[in-house]
């Protein structure tokens, strides 16, 4: 039977075009990759061979070998592993099913210096390319009679065929480019091997020889005085298949009623898929140095989806399949372990180097705030990591640091939330805050519509957005002057807010006095009590709520504008010459919010109206 001509993915063949155009900056790195394809699938038969130990025959002790041949010019990476089958090797080889590639993939073809994310959608394996003329895979799943060969020269077509191995496992062959020489010299690839494979737990066997090239010990077992730098970072970049460097390591080790070692790290670059809703946690989960799956639902809180790493316990059964996992107890208590740590570590970094952790927070904040939402026993040390935009900071500032530049007589943490930071600080929402000096927070995630609410206060000090703060702002001492509290006193707003409620009617809940107003003629507020208004508009927006509710039109009393149509609602007759104005006011006040006027047509007829009566003055 002839092989089975196929074509790659539209995405892997834009990346097979990238990558061997060389946008990596080492070429040895596909060794790398290679060999830490052979350890997972080593480590993916132990774990299924504790249910089904027939799958390893007479076979049970895990090897990688490489091997050379340099009259043929190839490079054999070879596993007895689970290996594939042939439709899992077309959805291995022939795809990257992983969302954000596309985009991924745009980024890196627009800015060739950034390749450090490839290995976040498991294409490693297409690093051989950058060495390679073509690339054969031979491989036989554990279990089955059956072996499947897959080809391909990286040029947009892959072909499949049936195969005659023998025994379990995969043999990659790397047919080498001219010119790459130097990975037909056994040296180079003994270091290459020693440099970025030495932690790897599974023998790794040179052409053959006896002795292994690389220590084969779990490297999250020793002593973290005997592990260099180096040796932390290939270990990230091999269970992480990142090619990135870690922004920070967290290694120890747990002991009493409940033993366990941890070696996490958190990436220094922010993954594409980090909000995807089907996106799983990076920790592995080995028992006793057994590979049991990296899959542990609950091993993680999903608000630290973006840990790498491993957890080995001593204390969880070997035989622990995935559907006990989720009910384990002792689990449980892993969990909250690992997150109390992971948060102790962050908040030692934020004291000891604002700078380093501040870039944690860059890639990882909209994440942690989840957990400020959502998980009740850590939000006290979450709140102690956020940091916020505000009025008052070129940099983002802690809850902390807000609270020791409160103003005298201010009880609460004032935001504002939204989508733009430009926008937000242009908010007349602010303007009676700037005035007083109170800063604010500027929140602009969509996390950030939740987690106040949740958290509700900090220190004793509530959170307040300012759409519905007037009250709470009119209590603060501040920079205002008397002058300008005086022209709001004396203002004669009384026949003009009559008025206003008359033509409004049921549009609006209330017409009053702003207390936060000092530049713009007026502003929609919330009532005390009521949803902040960027939250009504996002829920309303998904379908969670139906109507929205009516708002507080707040004018500003010294405003020239107001100022006029005050004087003009004293005269006889002024409820008919003022309706359209009214209704302009409240659509220019929609239009600040970011709002559509709720009727365009009607808006465009009373601009222009009251534009040619302007002109008619």
């Known amino acids: 039977m002839s092989a089975e001509q196929m074509h790659f993915k539209a995405e892997v063949s834009r990346l097979l075009d990238i990558v061997v155009h060389s946008l990596y900056s080492d070429k040895e790195i596909f060794l790398r990759e290679l060999i830490s394809n052979a350890s997972d699938a080593c480590d993916k038969l132990r774990y299924e061979a504790l249910t089904q130990p027939e799958l390893l025959q007479d076979d049970n002790g895990f090897k990688i070998s490489v091997s050379v041949d340099p009259k043929a010019r190839t490079i054999t990476i070879s596993d007895n592993g689970i290996g594939m089958t042939r439709d899992e090797m077309i959805e291995n080889l022939g795809t990257i099913a992983r969302s954000g590639t596309s985009a991924f993939i745009e980024q890196i073809k627009d800015k060739k210096a950034d390749i450090t994310q490839i290995g976040q959608f498991g294409v490693g394996f297409y690093s051989a390319f950058m060495v390679a003329q073509a690339v054969e895979v031979t491989s036989r799943r554990a279990g089955t009679a059956e072996s499947w060969s897959w080809s391909s020269d990286g040029r947009g077509n892959f072909s499949v065929d049936s195969a005659n191995k023998t025994s379990r496992g995969t043999d990659v ?53 005997d592990i260099t730098d180096d040796q932390y970072k290939e270990f990230y970049h091999h269970v992480a298949h990142a090619f990135d460097d870690a922004a920070l390591t967290l290694h120890w080790r747990a002991e009493g009623t409940l033993e366990y070692t941890s070696l996490l790290f958190i990436p220094s670059i922010k993954p594409f898929d980090l909000f995807d809703p089907k996106r799983e946690h990076g920790v592995k989960l080995y028992v006793k140095r057994t590979f049991i799956t990296d899959r542990a639902e609950g091993l993680v809180p999903p608000w630290l989806r973006f840990l790498r790493g491993i957890v080995d316990s001593e204390d969880l059964p070997l035989n622990l399949s995935r559907e006990m996992l989720q009910h384990n107890p002792m689990l449980t208590k892993i969990r909250k372990g690992i997150t109390s740590r992971v948060l102790s570590e962050l908040n030692k970094l934020a004291a000891k180097d604002p700078d380093r952790y501040q870039s944690i927070w860059d890639n990882f904040g909209a994440v942690l705030k989840e957990g400020l939402y959502e998980d009740i026993d850590h939000r006290a040390a979450l709140a102690k990591l956020v940091r916020c935009a505000s009025t008052e900071s070129e940099r983002p500032v802690s809850l902390a640091d807000y609270i020791g530049r409160m103003k005298d007589g201010q009880e609460n943490i004032f935001y504002l939330c939204g989508e733009n930071i430009d926008a937000l600080r242009r908010s007349p929402h602010l303007e009676g805050f700037k005035a007083k000096g109170v800063e604010v927070l500027l929140l602009t995630e969509p996390v950030d519509d939740f987690w106040p609410g949740a958290l509700d206060s900090f220190e004793d000090k509530k959170f307040k957005s300012v759409t519905s703060a007037g009250d709470a702002l009119a209590k603060i001492n501040g920079a205002a002057t008397q002058e300008d509290d005086k022209k709001k006193e004396d203002a004669k707003t009384d026949d003009l807010i009559a008025l206003l409620k008359r033509a409004l009617g049921d549009a609006v809940k209330d017409v009053r006095v702003s207390a936060r107003l000092t530049s713009s003629p007026v502003c929609l507020a919330a009532d005390e009590g009521d949803l902040d208004m960027h939250l009504e508009r996002f829920l309303k927006q998904h379908n969670q709520i139906r109507t929205a509710s009516k708002r507080v039109l707040e004018i500003n009393p010294s405003h020239p504008l107001i100022v006029r149509l005050a004087e003009r609602a004293r005269k006889e007759g002024a409820a008919d010459s003022l309706k359209d104005t009214a209704w302009l006011l409240l659509d220019q006040a929609k239009l600040l919010e970011g709002d559509a006027p709720s009727d365009p047509m009607a808006f465009s007829e009373r601009l222009a109206a009251v534009l040619a009566k302007a002109l008619d003055a």
């Open 173 to 225: 062959v790397v047919y080498l480019r001219q010119g790459e020489d130097a990975f037909l010299q056994e040296p180079r690839l003994r270091d290459i091997i020693v440099r970025y494979c030495d932690h790897i737990a599974i023998p790794i066997v040179l052409n053959d020889e006896d002795k292994p090239a690389n220590r084969a010990g779990a490297l999250w077992l020793r002593p973290k005085s």
